[in-house]
């Protein structure tokens, strides 16, 4: 038994644990406030909680709110370029995974030259090392969903090349803080809600499937697992249900933890593809359509029957004896979260594109196909592609 572990983030988590962060030891006097083009962090009344909190630690910041949702190069670029105009020597990110994971790549970018497709790994990049460390990291995370608040990876879009690749891996780009506050996101709506919940999910599902899985990530995986599929269901429903939203939160950010540990499989690079070439689609809801037809794959091939099972088992399926439990497990959740009519062709996908799609995903992800319990070509992502379509 062998792991590697190194997550020095320093994690504050639980209900009205914002209130704690001006009394933390900061890691400058200018922050680069990071968030979204839209109001989230401003209804949610994080927005005021964290400048009063910047205030009373005698920090200023700048605030640059123009990440979206699949956040772009462009951005990244830009919001890099804005900090250092202003001065700002480090970043607090304020938002949901498309924030986290943009602060990532600002940071690096505060720090060093060029473009920053030049220190991408894989597809296009250039895969340069980093010449500098990035600027130190706290975040502030709205959403439970990518586990990004205490993990150094994140994942950028290129519409030019039409990719979308993870980004990250330099040990000066793990946040330094985290806060976790449930109470910051009762305002999600359910459907993001849900879209999220099941991303934090995935991340754990793909672990406990992993080649590379090993005792202490399966230990925290399953336990997220047990509390995303016990909990999602009712913080879809109600979103003021602050009980359900705080399990759901401790399991996205054990993910965080989880792939410290261990690599994800393929399932990510697919909906990275999915969503590389159809911007509009969240990129929850693309893992939720290709969920079923990626875990029967497996299944079929009895690559990792005992995996299957423990996740059935700790799903609501005490009883569980076959991996097929997984599948039954996986459609309540789906069904109780309202998500289980979701269609490829509600987003502009086309039949002619499967191994489109596929070849894609292998090009701009293809370390995670390493990961996978067992061998799957760009035939079988196709396939899985079709048996997903709607």
Same mark, same amino acid.
């Given at each position: 038994?062998?792991?590697?572990?190194?997550?020095?983030?320093?994690?504050?988590?639980?209900?009205?644990?914002?209130?704690?962060?001006?009394?933390?030891?900061?890691?400058?006097?200018?922050?680069?406030?990071?968030?979204?083009?839209?109001?989230?962090?401003?209804?949610?009344?994080?927005?005021?909680?964290?400048?009063?909190? #910047? $205030?009373? =630690?005698?920090? @200023?910041? +700048?605030? &640059? %709110? *123009?990440?979206?949702?699949?956040? #772009? $190069?462009? =951005?990244?670029? @830009?919001? +890099?370029? &804005? %900090? *250092?105009?202003?001065?700002?020597?480090?970043?607090? =990110?304020?938002?949901?995974? +498309?924030?986290?994971?943009?602060?990532?790549?600002?940071?690096?970018?505060?720090?060093?030259?060029?473009?920053?497709?030049?220190?991408?790994?894989?597809?296009?990049?250039?895969?340069?090392?980093?010449?500098?460390?990035?600027?130190?990291?706290?975040?502030?995370?709205?959403?439970?969903?990518?586990?990004?608040?205490?993990?150094?990876?994140?994942?950028?879009?290129?519409?030019?090349?039409?990719?979308?690749?993870?980004?990250?891996?330099?040990?000066?780009?793990?946040?330094?803080?985290?806060?976790?506050?449930?109470?910051?996101?009762?305002?999600?709506?359910?459907?993001?809600?849900?879209?999220?919940?099941?991303?934090?999910?995935?991340?754990?599902?793909?672990?406990?499937?992993?080649?590379?899985?090993?005792?202490?990530?399966?230990?925290?995986?399953?336990?997220?697992?047990?509390?995303?599929?016990?909990?999602?269901?009712?913080?879809?429903?109600?979103?003021?249900?602050?009980?359900?939203?705080?399990?759901?939160?401790?399991?996205?950010?054990?993910?965080?933890?989880?792939?410290?540990?261990?690599?994800?499989?393929?399932?990510?690079?697919?909906?990275?593809?999915?969503?590389?070439?159809?911007?509009?689609?969240?990129?929850?809801?693309?893992?939720?359509?290709?969920?079923?037809?990626?875990?029967?794959?497996?299944?079929?091939?009895?690559?990792?029957?005992?995996?299957?099972?423990?996740?059935?088992?700790?799903?609501?399926?005490?009883?569980?004896?076959?991996?097929?439990?997984?599948?039954?497990?996986?459609?309540?959740?789906?069904?109780?979260?309202?998500?289980?009519?979701?269609?490829?062709?509600?987003?502009?996908?086309?039949?002619?594109?499967?191994?489109?799609?596929?070849?894609?995903?292998?090009?701009?992800?293809?370390?995670?196909?390493?990961?996978?319990?067992?061998?799957?070509?760009?035939?079988?992502?196709?396939?899985?592609?079709?048996?997903?379509?709607?």
């Amino acid at each position: 038994m062998h792991f590697d572990f190194n997550n020095p983030t320093h994690l504050i988590f639980g209900s009205g644990s914002i209130s704690r962060l001006g009394k933390q030891e900061l890691p400058g006097k200018k922050a680069l406030l990071l968030m979204s083009g839209g109001k989230s962090a401003k209804i949610s009344g994080a927005y005021d909680k964290v400048t009063a909190q #910047l $205030k009373e =630690a005698g920090v @200023e910041w +700048a605030e &640059f %709110a *123009k990440i979206m949702e699949n956040p #772009l $190069k462009s =951005a990244v670029m @830009e919001g +890099a370029a &804005f %900090a *250092k105009e202003n001065g700002c020597d480090f970043i607090l =990110a304020l938002g949901g995974g +498309a924030v986290l994971d943009a602060s990532v790549a600002v940071s690096a970018m505060m720090t060093n030259p060029g473009d920053l497709w030049d220190y991408v790994q894989g597809g296009t990049g250039k895969g340069l090392p980093l010449q500098n460390p990035g600027l130190p990291i706290v975040t502030v995370t709205l959403t439970a969903g990518t586990g990004s608040e205490i993990n150094f990876w994140g994942v950028i879009s290129n519409p030019d090349t039409k990719e979308k690749i993870g980004f990250g891996g330099h040990p000066s780009l793990i946040p330094v803080l985290a806060v976790v506050d449930p109470e910051l996101m009762r305002t999600v709506p359910p459907k993001y809600t849900a879209y999220q919940g099941f991303d934090a999910l995935f991340h754990n599902t793909e672990v406990i499937m992993s080649k590379g899985v090993n005792l202490m990530s399966e230990t925290l995986a399953l336990s997220a697992i047990e509390h995303i599929a016990g909990y999602l269901p009712r913080a879809v429903r109600d979103g003021n249900d602050l009980e359900a939203r705080e399990h759901v939160a401790y399991g996205s950010t054990l993910a965080g933890m989880t792939m410290q540990l261990t690599s994800t499989t393929a399932q990510h690079s697919m909906e990275h593809a999915m969503s590389a070439y159809h911007h509009n689609l969240p990129h929850g809801a693309g893992l939720i359509i290709i969920s079923e037809a990626f875990a029967r794959f497996f299944i079929e091939r009895h690559a990792c029957d005992r995996q299957f099972i423990k996740m059935a088992r700790v799903m609501g399926i005490p009883e569980a004896h076959k991996p097929e439990d997984f599948i039954t497990a996986l459609q309540k959740l789906q069904r109780d979260c309202g998500v289980a009519d979701l269609k490829m062709s509600d987003y502009g996908f086309t039949p002619d594109e499967f191994m489109t799609l596929a070849k894609g995903a292998r090009a701009m992800q293809g370390g995670l196909f390493a990961a996978n319990p067992c061998e799957l070509t760009d035939v079988d992502c196709a396939g899985i592609f079709e048996a997903s379509y709607r």
